[in-house]
């Protein structure tokens, strides 16, 4: 395929991707470094009320948006450096937080509050979605044959379900008094409120991605058990292998490569982590990354939306995303190299 | 085959597994299963504290809305022969009414007029038959299980739910489309060269593929607010505002799916034997030619798996429509955080919660009808490495 036709056939696409994913990247580069406010003007404004010996007045000094010659108001547009991440990143009150050695202080703060949950819940889901995961498709290769379509078609429903209303409907089982938390105060014999403090929400929130995500885990790995070399399960039972060690040395590494795609997909979309937040309403206690960006750019009371603090907020997420990624892209591309894909 | 004695599990790993397996189903179809029956029943009965108020509904039994045994017998009946249906006369017929090459859109036609059917029958026809065989049978037909269907209404009909759900087919229908056919084009060379640059295309996209959608919002959120003027050079009067327009969230959508789809597609191109093209260009075939008779026919089940998760984004998809489409133009999944986000009654949330069932049910069927190709598209990238 020569040059011409491969730039036909690939163009469309790269195209897109240049002007919807590259070209967003470079502004949101920009703004984080640029402030866009509406022009004021300082204006000594006199009023007067009538007072019963007669007016008083006072003049005053206020400050008054700027409107062009068509109504618009009239905004203007700075360069201010690093301001817009510091405003983000807070150093001046995280610094002295750690000074004083109170890591809570330190995680009051909204980005560090963010960052600090976005990366416990991607560490802490990876090994539960890959054990979870590999647990089912070993227990579903070892059911007979007439079950195996129905049990796949169940484990299906929690992955394909829109990940805001699988939030939701975790969250009805639990909220206020659902029949789960009836049962857990039933069972522990006390009240208990789990939407009331941070962690609790948080383990609903690990259940519920291990929930969604253990299915995908699982129809990997189940595919991967179909191909295991039966010769050398055979050669593993003459030599004497246990069953635990036929799957410690023989199955698992050659489940390897599965298992670092689902953790590389599974990391990039725990990163991710947004729809929890909306779903179980916690922003009062526990923010992500992708979710502090989101809030910035809602408009507020009046209107507005912090867009450079949103990018510089955008900027660091992708910083991170990028130096989690990067041991797992240099084996890709180390594979690439010796022909493997 | 049959199992050699002395390689058959032990008893206790057979339990082990066959009751991990069954807890496994419960956990996977219980929060799904339970909205659903909440969504039927009075705001009293489905949050009451008592599993089997929320089951069996006295409140709302107590208030005459209720299901009769002949009730139940009969919508069991329609449920089942609406499956038998689904998985027979009508695969058949879609598979021979639309012309080749068109069968994903014949599916969604037909998988459209069987709902629509299913709904006529189901909530508008069998009510008539079964009340009037109440009124005969007595004690037979007298209600035994809280059932109604008034939070429905109240969601499709009262608060205006068909407008989101039009948005959202839109965009849906919309992302599957030019999704599919700009990413075809680039999987199918992608998989044939095997080039430094279709190299660092993959990588490139793999990179995209991990960026979290806020961030690439925040680049699109103030040009599009402002597109009018910014565009008012080149278009004059006419240039539009791109922000609340579904096509812009067409084109945001397909660019954000564009990196999965064009590995996806190009994992289906690499099985399929490069042998077929080369054969057809020797025949005199140029690429386009090649791809257009000898590919394309054999392309379509990759294609299809690769649209149903396209279909998926662009249905889940809650970051992006509810930031770029306004609150009063939203698509089905933004929209109904308004219910949860008001609750101020508990009819709310059981409306809210109707509103989940309702999002929910298609992806149900879709995987009722899709299980096959959904399994091959989550394997497809995996087992290639």
Same mark, same amino acid.
């Given at each position: 395929?020569?040059k011409?036709?491969?730039?036909?056939?690939?163009?469309?696409?790269?195209?897109?991707?240049?002007?919807?994913?590259?070209?967003?990247?470079?502004?949101?580069?920009?703004?984080?470094?640029q402030?866009?406010?509406p022009?004021?003007?300082?204006?000594?404004?006199?009023?007067?009320?009538p007072?019963?010996?007669?007016?008083?007045?006072?003049?005053?000094?206020?400050?008054?948006?700027?409107?062009?010659?068509?109504?618009?108001?009239?905004?203007?547009?700075?360069?201010?450096?690093?301001?817009?991440?510091?405003?983000?990143?807070?150093?001046?009150r995280?610094?002295?937080?750690?000074?004083?050695g109170?890591?809570?202080?330190?995680?009051?703060?909204?980005f560090?509050?963010?960052?600090?949950?976005?990366?416990?819940?991607?560490?802490?889901?990876?090994?539960?979605?890959?054990?979870?995961?590999?647990?089912?498709?070993?227990?579903?290769?070892?059911?007979?044959?007439?079950?195996?379509?129905?049990?796949?078609?169940?484990?299906?429903?929690?992955?394909?379900?829109?990940?805001?209303?699988?939030?939701?409907?975790?969250?009805?089982?639990?909220?206020?008094?659902?029949?789960?938390?009836?049962?857990?105060?039933?069972?522990?014999a006390?009240?208990?409120?789990?939407?009331?403090?941070?962690?609790?929400?948080?383990?609903?929130?690990?259940?519920?991605?291990?929930?969604?995500?253990?299915?995908?885990?699982?129809?990997?790995?189940?595919?991967?058990?179909?191909?295991?070399?039966?010769?050398?399960?055979?050669?593993?039972?003459?030599?004497?292998?246990?069953?635990?060690?036929?799957?410690?040395y023989?199955?698992?590494?050659?489940?390897?490569?599965?298992?670092?795609?689902?953790?590389?997909?599974?990391?990039?979309?725990?990163?991710?982590?947004?729809?929890?937040i909306?779903?179980?309403?916690?922003?009062?206690h526990?923010?992500?990354?992708?979710?502090?960006?989101?809030?910035?750019?809602?408009?507020?009371?009046?209107?507005?939306?912090?867009?450079?603090?949103?990018?510089?907020?955008?900027?660091?997420?992708?910083?991170?995303?990028?130096?989690?990624?990067?041991?797992?892209?240099?084996?890709?591309?180390?594979?690439?190299?010796?022909?493997?894909? | 085959?049959?199992v050699?004695k002395?390689?058959?599990?032990?008893?206790?790993?057979?339990?082990?597994?066959?009751?991990?397996?069954?807890?496994?189903?419960?956990?996977?179809?219980?929060?799904?299963?339970?909205?659903?029956?909440?969504?039927?029943?009075?705001?009293?009965d489905?949050?009451?504290?008592?599993?089997?108020?929320?089951?069996?509904?006295p409140?709302?039994?107590?208030?005459?809305?209720?299901?009769?045994?002949?009730?139940?017998?009969?919508?069991?009946?329609?449920?089942?022969?609406?499956?038998?249906?689904?998985?027979?006369?009508?695969?058949?017929?879609?598979?021979?009414?639309?012309?080749?090459?068109? #069968? /994903? !859109?014949?599916? +969604?036609?037909? &998988?459209? @007029? $069987?709902?629509?059917g299913?709904?006529?029958?189901? %909530?508008?026809?069998?009510?008539?038959?079964?009340?009037?065989?109440?009124?005969?049978?007595?004690?037979?037909?007298t209600?035994?299980?809280?059932?109604?269907?008034?939070?429905?209404?109240?969601?499709?009909?009262?608060?205006?739910?068909?407008?989101n759900?039009?948005?959202?087919?839109?965009?849906t229908?919309?992302?599957?489309?030019?999704?599919?056919?700009?990413?075809?084009?680039?999987?199918?060379?992608?998989?044939?060269a095997?080039?430094? #640059? /279709? !190299?660092?295309? +993959?990588?490139? &996209?793999? @990179? $995209?593929?991990?960026?979290?959608?806020?961030?690439? %919002?925040?680049?699109?959120?103030?040009?599009?607010?402002?597109?009018?003027?910014?565009?008012?050079?080149?278009?004059?009067?006419n240039?539009p505002?791109l922000?609340?327009?579904?096509?812009?969230?067409?084109?945001?959508?397909?660019?954000?799916?564009?990196?999965?789809?064009i590995?996806?597609?190009?994992?289906f191109?690499?099985?399929?034997?490069?042998?077929?093209?080369?054969?057809?260009?020797?025949?005199?075939?140029?690429?386009?030619?090649?791809?257009?008779?000898?590919?394309?026919?054999?392309?379509?089940?990759?294609?299809?798996?690769?649209?149903?998760?396209?279909?998926?984004?662009?249905?889940?998809?809650?970051?992006?429509?509810?930031?770029?489409?306004?609150?009063?133009?939203?698509?089905?999944?933004?929209?109904?955080?308004?219910?949860?986000?008001?609750?101020?009654?508990?009819?709310?949330q059981?409306?809210a919660?109707?509103?989940?069932?309702?999002?929910?049910?298609?992806?149900f069927?879709?995987?009722?009808?899709?299980?096959?190709?959904?399994?091959?598209?989550?394997?497809?990238?995996?087992?290639?490495?």
């Amino acid at each position: 395929m020569n040059k011409k036709t491969f730039a036909a056939f690939v163009g469309p696409s790269v195209v897109m991707m240049i002007l919807f994913i590259a070209i967003p990247l470079i502004f949101v580069l920009i703004q984080s470094f640029q402030v866009t406010q509406p022009v004021t003007e300082l204006v000594e404004v006199e009023k007067c009320t009538p007072g019963f010996t007669g007016q008083i007045c006072e003049t005053k000094i206020e400050t008054r948006q700027m409107f062009d010659d068509a109504g618009n108001p009239l905004r203007q547009t700075k360069f201010v450096g690093f301001d817009s991440y510091n405003k983000v990143l807070e150093l001046q009150r995280a610094g002295a937080a750690l000074a004083e050695g109170s890591i809570k202080a330190f995680l009051q703060i909204d980005f560090w509050k963010a960052l600090r949950f976005t990366l416990t819940f991607t560490l802490i889901t990876l090994p539960l979605v890959l054990g979870v995961g590999l647990l089912i498709a070993l227990a579903v290769n070892n059911a007979t044959q007439r079950i195996k379509g129905p049990i796949i078609f169940i484990s299906l429903l929690p992955f394909i379900i829109t990940p805001v209303i699988g939030a939701l409907a975790i969250r009805w089982l639990f909220i206020g008094d659902g029949i789960l938390t009836a049962a857990i105060e039933w069972y522990l014999a006390r009240d208990v409120a789990l939407f009331a403090q941070g962690w609790t929400i948080e383990l609903m929130m690990l259940f519920y991605r291990v929930w969604h995500v253990a299915p995908f885990a699982f129809v990997v790995f189940y595919a991967g058990l179909q191909t295991v070399n039966q010769d050398t399960i055979e050669s593993a039972i003459i030599d004497g292998a246990s069953r635990f060690e036929r799957l410690r040395y023989v199955i698992i590494p050659h489940m390897m490569p599965l298992v670092v795609f689902v953790a590389l997909i599974h990391l990039m979309d725990a990163y991710r982590a947004f729809e929890e937040i909306v779903g179980f309403s916690s922003q009062a206690h526990i923010i992500s990354l992708q979710w502090l960006t989101y809030d910035f750019l809602q408009a507020d009371d009046s209107g507005n939306r912090s867009i450079s603090r949103a990018s510089a907020s955008a900027m660091l997420t992708m910083i991170g995303i990028v130096l989690l990624l990067f041991p797992l892209l240099r084996k890709t591309w180390q594979d690439y190299r010796g022909g493997k894909i | 085959m049959s199992v050699p004695k002395a390689l058959a599990q032990p008893l206790s790993l057979k339990l082990a597994s066959a009751g991990f397996l069954t807890f496994w189903c419960v956990l996977a179809a219980f929060p799904i299963l339970w909205i659903a029956v909440l969504s039927f029943k009075e705001p009293i009965d489905s949050f009451s504290a008592n599993p089997f108020n929320v089951i069996f509904g006295p409140v709302t039994l107590a208030k005459g809305k209720g299901l009769s045994a002949i009730d139940i017998i009969a919508g069991l009946a329609v449920l089942y022969y609406a499956v038998r249906v689904a998985v027979g006369p009508l695969k058949r017929a879609v598979e021979q009414l639309t012309p080749k090459g068109f #069968l /994903a !859109f014949g599916w +969604l036609v037909g &998988a459209a @007029i $069987f709902a629509i059917g299913f709904l006529i029958i189901f %909530v508008g026809f069998l009510p008539l038959v079964t009340s009037f065989l109440n009124g005969l049978l007595g004690p037979l037909g007298t209600p035994i299980l809280g059932m109604t269907i008034e939070h429905y209404q109240a969601v499709w009909i009262d608060n205006g739910f068909s407008r989101n759900f039009m948005n959202s087919m839109i965009v849906t229908a919309g992302v599957t489309t030019v999704s599919l056919t700009v990413g075809t084009l680039a999987g199918y060379a992608l998989a044939r060269a095997g080039t430094m #640059l /279709a !190299f660092s295309i +993959l990588i490139a &996209a793999l @990179i $995209f593929r991990a960026l979290p959608h806020s961030v690439l %919002v925040a680049g699109y959120l103030p040009v599009f607010i402002n597109s009018a003027e910014i565009l008012a050079p080149l278009l004059g009067e006419n240039a539009p505002t791109l922000y609340g327009q579904p096509v812009a969230v067409i084109a945001v959508l397909v660019a954000i799916n564009q990196p999965f789809t064009i590995w996806m597609l190009r994992s289906f191109f690499q099985n399929i034997p490069a042998e077929l093209d080369e054969a057809a260009r020797v025949d005199g075939c140029t690429h386009f030619q090649a791809f257009r008779w000898v590919i394309m026919p054999v392309m379509w089940p990759g294609v299809i798996t690769t649209g149903l998760f396209s279909f998926l984004l662009g249905y889940n998809d809650f970051l992006v429509t509810s930031l770029l489409l306004d609150a009063q133009n939203q698509t089905m999944v933004p929209a109904i955080t308004g219910y949860f986000n008001r609750e101020t009654t508990t009819t709310d949330q059981v409306e809210a919660v109707a509103a989940a069932v309702s999002i929910t049910a298609p992806l149900f069927l879709l995987v009722m009808i899709f299980q096959r190709q959904i399994v091959s598209g989550l394997t497809a990238g995996a087992v290639k490495g």
